[in-house]
């Protein structure tokens, strides 16, 4: 069984505070997505990383692949209110292996 | 079509009574999975589509949950005999064949089981 391991469960900061978040994994993934979700609906995705050490930017969202492509992080410039959300990582896209989220809040 | 589309949105069942929740994927895609998530965690994978056959099936759906795709375009999951266990937010996604295969979200079904 692949196993994601997201750190940390919760974080809360001020708006404009920079974050990152984690996705462990002892397993290869060929590709690894990152969802954000509001609560009472499902996922919506941000990006698919699939080369190893692979960097990708969305507005004020960093995100990267391990160079062994068994780990990933997320990191938010900046932060604001409307980045509150919990945030998913998947390996393997299509039938994918969730982990449990980071929920993170940002406070006016 | 703008995306993956769930009904209900939300449903509230008495225990023993059987549901049935209804997704529509996007047009194109030909892959079509069923998830479940409970509080404080992330989605757990269900069951599989491809076109209109079943795939895949995770060891936690039991002999309660069934899951068609009759004609390769919408699905129904089926819960008999519900119970409270069952409660949870049950997500639809759906991917294309080639490519990336990642998967799109519908909204989700709020199951509560009383």
């Known amino acids: 069984t692949q196993l994601l391991e997201q750190s940390p469960q919760f974080l809360s900061i001020q708006e404009g505070e920079n974050l990152t978040v984690y996705c462990n994994s002892s397993?290869?993934?060929?590709?690894l997505q990152w969802y954000r979700q509001e609560p009472g609906e499902g996922p919506v995705l941000l990006v698919t990383?699939?080369?190893?050490?692979e960097v990708k930017k969305l507005k004020r969202l960093t995100f990267q692949f391990g160079d062994a492509r068994k780990d990933s992080s997320l990191h938010i410039t900046a932060a604001q209110p409307g980045d509150t959300g919990l945030y998913l990582c998947?390996?393997?896209?299509?039938?994918?292996?969730f982990g449990d989220g980071t929920t993170l809040t940002v406070k006016p | 079509d703008t995306g993956v589309s769930q009904d209900p949105r939300h449903k509230i069942t008495k225990r023993g009574q059987n549901v049935t929740f209804r997704c529509d994927p996007i047009?194109?895609?030909?892959?079509l999975y069923w998830y479940r998530q409970t509080l404080g965690q992330g989605p757990e994978f269900l069951t599989y589509?491809?076109?209109?056959?079943?795939?895949?099936k995770s060891r936690l759906l039991s002999d309660r949950f069934s899951a068609e795709r009759p004609k390769g375009s919408f699905s129904t999951l089926e819960i008999q005999r519900t119970e409270q266990g069952d409660s949870a937010m049950y997500l639809c996604?759906?991917?294309?064949?080639?490519?990336?295969?990642?998967?799109?979200f519908g909204q989700g079904t709020r199951l509560t089981v009383v």
């Open positions: 589509f491809q076109n209109e056959a079943q795939l895949e």
């Open positions: 996604a759906s991917s294309s064949l080639g490519g990336l295969t990642e998967a799109f």
């Open positions: 998947a390996g393997n896209a299509g039938k994918s292996t």
């Open positions: 397993s290869v993934f060929s590709s």
């Open positions: 047009s194109e895609h030909n892959r």
């Open positions: 990383v699939v080369t190893g050490g």
